[in-house]
Nanobody, 115 residues
């Protein structure tokens, strides 16, 4: 089992920045990759960014150049630095950790970007 605890959401004006954190505990050695997803009202959950245990990253086209995902393996923590935020980035952001068997999810943190 893996437990994920997120922090860092909030309200910010357009053009501002936020940093999300997600700390994993439990069977962390089974984790292959971690990432961030988001879900806006009335929309499907979508991948924002992901990072493998080897450090390879991928991003949604909509956030490339604005968001950066990173991880601190010593702290079992993954970060999402979000710059130049837009109102369209408003959503609940969920941390995800995957191994070869199952996906684990955090409880979600609200990010609201005002225009």
């Amino acid at each position: 089992q893996v437990q994920l605890v997120e922090s860092g959401g909030g309200l910010v004006q357009a053009g501002g920045s936020l940093r999300l954190s997600c700390t994993a505990s439990g069977d962390v050695f089974s984790i292959n990759a971690m990432g961030w997803y988001r879900q806006a009202p009335g929309k499907q959950r979508e991948l924002v960014a992901a990072i493998t245990s080897a450090g390879s990253t991928k991003y949604a086209d909509s956030v490339k150049g604005r968001f950066t995902i990173s991880r601190d393996n010593a702290k079992n923590t993954v970060y999402l630095q979000m710059n130049s935020l837009k109102p369209d980035d408003t959503a609940v952001y969920y941390c995800n950790a995957e191994n070869i068997v199952i996906d684990y999810w955090g409880q979600g943190t609200q990010v609201t970007v005002s225009s």
